[in-house]
């Protein structure tokens, strides 16, 4: 899955729901913990979503 798109369901997925963890992101993405994390970061920086403890909000 591409960047962009995994950005896109991150996104959404906070959108839905309070707080979603690094887990669930990475079963609707189907990519590793460390890929969610990274995107996590790069969105946190573009002031997308903020960073929390096991996931982002």
């Keep these: 899955m591409h960047e962009k ?9 906070v959108q839905e729901k ?3 963890t690094v887990q669930e992101m990475v079963d609707l993405t189907d990519s590793s913990e460390a890929t ?3 995107d996590i ?6 002031k997308r979503l903020r960073r929390v403890r096991g996931g982002a909000e």
Aim: proline fraction near 5%; aromatic fraction near 0%; hydrophobic fraction near 50%.
């Design 41 to 46: 970061a790069a969105l946190h920086v573009q």
């Design 36 to 38: 969610i994390r990274r």
């Design 18 to 20: 309070p707080v979603v």
């Design 5 to 13: 798109e995994r950005h896109r369901i991150i996104l959404s997925a």
